[in-house]
T-cell receptor, first 114, second 114 residues
Framework: DGGITQSPKYLFRKEGQNVTLSCEQNLNHDAMYWYRQDPGQGLRLIYYSQIVNDFQKGDIAEGYSVSREKKESFPLTVTSAQKNPTAFYLC?????????????FGQGTRLTVV | AQKITQTQPGMFVQEKEAVTLDCTYDTSDPSYGLFWYKQPSSGEMIFLIYQGSYDQQNATEGRYSLNFQKARKSANLVISASQLGDSAMYFCAMRDNSNYQLIWGAGTKLIIKP
């Protein structure tokens, strides 16, 4: 079945550590996205990539980094520079198109700083 | 600037009743798309329904319909005959031609009472 897989589902990080969240899709989508969701709030865009080897900062990119070496994969690294990383992280992808194509989401990774 | 507003933080509805979730938006682009997503407690975002700015008719998908009032910049989600499984967070989102990114509302928490 086609879809988006995020791993791990739960992740605990110590202060000062970098951690990497995995996102893999087999939908053959060009565009991929990382969002952050805090309790009771909507989604905020961290980074997005429209094509392999290219990505752009979203609204809250500080303290995060990404890579897009393969079409299927868009890992997100939460660096020690991110001051408040505890949140729910969602990865999404969508097919080429303009305004009318919906994004498909993974099941999310809940990151907690301990 | 683009903006999505969901004014209802939470709603309680009796099972089998219809429910309307409000969404207003702001954009200066004449071409845009409006999306509704459901987020159950498990965390994944589930696409429900899409309405394009040039669509002449309101979108419908099973028990979901979108009450699109373009002049009022309103795109309310209507769920008919609510079920206990409809309890979730519901998010309204918009994409326009300016950057093809989804702009999200803060969400409405819907609880269906038996």
């Amino acid at each position: 079945d086609g879809g988006i897989t995020q791993s791990p589902k739960y992740l605990f990080r110590k202060e000062g550590q970098n951690v990497t969240l995995s996102c893999e899709q087999n939908l053959n989508h060009d565009a991929m996205y990382w969002y952050r969701q805090d309790p009771g709030q909507g989604l905020r865009l961290i980074y997005y990539s429209q094509i392999v080897n290219d990505f752009q900062k979203g609204d809250i990119a500080e303290g995060y980094s990404v890579s897009r070496e393969k079409k299927e994969s868009f890992p997100l690294t939460v660096t020690s520079a991110q001051k408040n990383p505890t949140a729910f992280y969602l990865c999404a992808s969508k097919s080429p198109g303009t305004v009318n194509t919906e994004a498909f989401f993974g099941q999310g990774t809940r990151l907690t700083v301990v | 600037a683009q903006k999505i507003t969901q004014t209802q933080p939470g709603m309680f509805v009796q099972e089998k009743e219809a429910v309307t979730l409000d969404c207003t938006y702001d954009t200066s682009d004449p071409s845009y798309g409006l999306f509704w997503y459901k987020q159950p407690s498990s965390g994944e975002m589930i696409f429900l329904i899409y309405q394009g700015s040039y669509d002449q008719q309101n979108a419908t998908e099973g028990r979901y319909s979108l009450n699109f009032q373009k002049a009022r910049k309103s795109a309310n989600l209507v769920i008919s005959a609510s079920q206990l499984g409809d309890s979730a967070m519901y998010f309204c989102a918009m994409r326009d031609n300016s950057n093809y990114q989804l702009i999200w509302g803060a969400g409405t928490k819907l609880i269906i009472k038996p």
